[in-house]
Structures are given as structure tokens and as C-alpha cells.
């Protein structure tokens, strides 16, 4: 699990560098990346429900944690003789520090899971490309036997 984990981690700063050692074929290397294909695809499968799985858990956590602090804003509101309307709660929850560094925190998460998602349909179009790729090799192949 830790290198799904440490994946995950620098996912942002190693797209780049990912991308193109996974997913750069040319003719001399398409045998490999056949080869290779199943697990890359199975790897940065588990990296994309991991990150989904974070992303989750970062949502339910903010969504557990504002109705918190509505509940308790309002409660002060009320021993003020204040009632307090759905309005200014939502208003108050933005304005929250522990809020604001979870939303912050959700985001970071669902870029992660986004990077994550476009290597999986990278990888989709990669196994495309690599059967029409040993079709035409094989073709070839056949008129040159001719």
C-alpha cells in the first residue's frame, strides 16, 4: 500500500514525469508496453480509488464538521435571545479557519483524484492504441512476406 500511498502523495508534482514513462509508446517499445500494460493499468487503478477514497473521507469529515458548527453557532445564538436564520449559518460556516483548511485540504484531494482519473483513461486509450498499433505491425509484417 505505501507505494499507492507515496503515488498519491507526489501525484502533483510527478504527473508529468508519470505520464510519460507509462503512457510514451513508440514502435521500438509497443512489445513492452503490451506486456507491461495489465499491471501499470492495475497500479494507477488502485492509485485512483485511493485517491477517491481520501477524497470521500475529506468530504464527509467537512460535512460532519459544518454541521457542527452550525449547531453550536446556533446554540450560542439562542442564549443570546438571537435566532438564527439557515442564511447566517452558511455565511458563518465560511468563515470557519478549521473549515476553511479542510475545504482546502477536499481540494487538494479531488486534484489528486482528477490527475489520477486522467492517467486511467490515458492508460484506456493507450491499450487502443497499442492493439491498432500491433495490427498495422502485423500487417506489415504479412506484405513483406509476400
Same mark, same amino acid.
Given at each position: 500500500?505505501?507505494?499507492?500511498?507515496?503515488?498519491?502523495?507526489?501525484?502533483?508534482?510527478?504527473?508529468?514525469?508519470?505520464?510519460?514513462?507509462?503512457?510514451?509508446?513508440?514502435?521500438?517499445?509497443?512489445?513492452?508496453?503490451?506486456?507491461?500494460?495489465?499491471?501499470?493499468? *492495475?497500479?494507477?487503478?488502485?492509485?485512483?480509488?485511493?485517491?477517491?477514497?481520501?477524497?470521500?473521507?475529506?468530504?464527509?469529515?467537512l460535512e460532519m464538521l459544518?454541521?457542527?458548527?452550525?449547531?453550536?453557532?446556533?446554540a450560542e445564538l439562542a442564549?443570546?435571545?438571537?435566532?438564527?436564520?439557515?442564511?447566517?449559518?452558511? *455565511?458563518?460556516?465560511?468563515?470557519?479557519?478549521?473549515?476553511?483548511?479542510?475545504?482546502?485540504?477536499?481540494?487538494?484531494?479531488?486534484?489528486?483524484?482528477?490527475?489520477?482519473?486522467?492517467?486511467?483513461?490515458?492508460?484506456?486509450?493507450?491499450?487502443?492504441?497499442?492493439?491498432?498499433?500491433?495490427?498495422?505491425?502485423?500487417?506489415?509484417?504479412?506484405?513483406?512476406?509476400?
Amino acid at each position: 500500500m505505501s507505494d499507492i500511498q507515496n503515488t498519491y502523495e507526489t501525484l502533483p508534482s510527478e504527473y508529468l514525469s508519470l505520464t510519460k514513462s507509462y503512457l510514451s509508446v513508440d514502435e521500438s517499445s509497443m512489445d513492452l508496453a503490451i506486456k507491461r500494460h495489465p499491471s501499470v493499468y *492495475a497500479f494507477f487503478g488502485s492509485v485512483l480509488s485511493y485517491a477517491k477514497r481520501t477524497s470521500d473521507g475529506l468530504s464527509s469529515k467537512l460535512e460532519m464538521l459544518e454541521a457542527k458548527h452550525m449547531e453550536l453557532r446556533r446554540a450560542e445564538l439562542a442564549g443570546k435571545g438571537t435566532k438564527a436564520t439557515q442564511g447566517a449559518l452558511n *455565511a458563518y460556516v465560511l468563515t470557519v479557519q478549521e473549515l476553511i483548511d479542510l475545504r482546502e485540504e477536499l481540494l487538494d484531494s479531488q486534484h489528486r483524484y482528477n490527475l489520477a482519473r486522467n492517467i486511467v483513461t490515458s492508460l484506456d486509450h493507450q491499450k487502443d492504441m497499442l492493439v491498432q498499433m500491433s495490427a498495422n505491425k502485423r500487417a506489415e509484417v504479412r506484405l513483406h512476406e509476400l
